[in-house]
């Protein structure tokens, strides 16, 4: 998601400078991957099988086959499988604060010049100074500083994630309801930033940053 610079030995012996570097590139599909899954689980169990809606199905389709069962046992039918894609869910979660521990790794890692903050820093720099195409210069400002929230936004959906999934070991997390409404208004907030994030990179290959998805791929030249 940054552009990052890591040397590559080609089999010329020279090196040759990469936009990306494989573990940022490594990190980013793999965090789409994982971010993609944990809100599929969201929405199939927001709308297919939303206990309230698929206990009815479930008491139809038996009545069907000529089984009578109580509101309670096809309630708890339902909810029983909603727990099942909740606990894919949280796995999903594991694997979220798992690639952010790598990425907060990986950053120390990377020269001075090439974290994070410093290059919010420089953009922000060079937005003050630049006096000629200071539209480009406030949108590199403005995208560091997107990614910077976004970073923000996932460990705030790790950390009460983590305390959602230990609730009822933790007894002092039970009362703590604010937790899983933080939970939820990230998610929005990250669902935001994707949608933000895509558009800026369908504009971007249609205008000056063409070939970002295939440098996202294959590391590209810096």
């Not at 936009?19 to 809100?39: F, M």
């Not at 009815?56 to 069907?64: P, T």
């Not at 976004?150 to 994630?161: C, D, H, K, P, W």
């Not at 305390?163 to 998610?187: G, K, N």
Request: a positive charge.
């Amino acid at each position: 998601m940054e552009i990052l610079e890591a040397t590559a030995v080609i089999s010329s012996g020279e090196t040759q400078t990469k936009k990306y570097s494989a573990p940022v590139r490594l990190w980013h599909w793999l965090n789409a991957v994982v971010i993609s899954g944990s809100l599929l689980t969201v929405l199939i169990n927001s709308t297919v099988l939303k206990p309230w809606t698929s206990a009815g199905v479930i008491a139809g389709k038996l009545k069907e086959k000529g089984v009578n069962v109580s509101d309670d046992q096809t309630r708890s039918a339902a909810f029983a499988l909603a727990d099942r894609v909740w606990a894919i869910h949280t796995w999903f979660g594991y694997t979220l604060i798992a690639l952010l521990l790598f990425r907060i790794v990986l950053e120390f890692f990377e020269l001075t010049d090439q974290k994070l903050l410093r290059k919010i820093r420089s953009a922000r720099q060079a937005f003050r100074k630049r006096q000629e195409d200071r539209i480009a210069a406030r949108n590199e400002m403005l995208i560091k500083t997107l990614y910077a929230l976004f970073y923000v936004f996932i460990l705030t959906m790790a950390v009460t994630g983590l305390c959602l999934a230990f609730e009822d070991d933790v007894p002092a997390l039970r009362s703590m309801h604010f937790i899983r409404e933080i939970h939820q208004f990230t998610m929005y907030l990250i669902l935001g930033f994707i949608v933000i994030h895509l558009a800026g990179v369908f504009l971007g290959e249609r205008k000056r940053h063409k070939g970002i998805v295939s440098d996202m791929i294959n590391g590209g030249k810096a």
